[in-house]
């Protein structure tokens, strides 16, 4: 059985190393990534959807 974690990371200049030590501080835990998604506004298909390049959301899981 698993459990499954999701949250969203907004990426700036200076978030590569506090998203490196979130994953990190997950990892100890126990978690590890499953899928990362980034997050598409719009609907209708790929023509009409445009990708928000700044913000992804995570999907980690873990062993119970």
Known sequence: MYEYKVFKWRFDLN??????ITLNDH???GWRITTIVPN???SGGVLFASVD???ATF???KSL
């Not at 978030?15 to 490196?20: I, M, P």
């Open 15 to 20: 978030s590569a190393e506090e998203l490196e």
């Open 53 to 55: 390049g700044n913000e």
């Open 40 to 42: 598409v506004k719009g």
């Open 27 to 29: 990892a100890k835990e």
């Open 59 to 61: 999907i980690l899981e």
